[in-house]
């Protein structure tokens, strides 16, 4: 796995006065796990009056044994020199566990 990613995991529990989850607190769980990061073909384009958004596909690998739920999030990618390949936080859509790796789909935001 060519890439670097940190890990972070929802660490706050209980509820507020109201009865209500209290807001997340993320925390890092790994701050250099091995990945595979790449961006896939454009999915669509949504044009509105004012501004338009490409979206794009964004994948990832694991090995086997890494420890990532859809809870988690992934907070920047590194290549290996630590160039950043993403700036930011992405969301977790889906952990699909395959024969020889994890592979993820990511959501996130960039403008």
Known sequence: ???????????AAGTDAEGNP????FTT????????FWHGSPDREVIDDDRSVVVEQLRMFMPLNADITEADQIDGVKDRAAV???VGVLNIRSVVRRPSHLELELQGASA
């Open 1 to 11: 796995m060519t890439h670097r990613c940190e890990i972070q995991r929802n660490t």
């Open 29 to 36: 769980l790994v701050a250099s796990q091995p990945c595979r």
């Open 84 to 86: 950043d390949l993403h």
């Open 22 to 25: 209290v807001a997340p607190t």
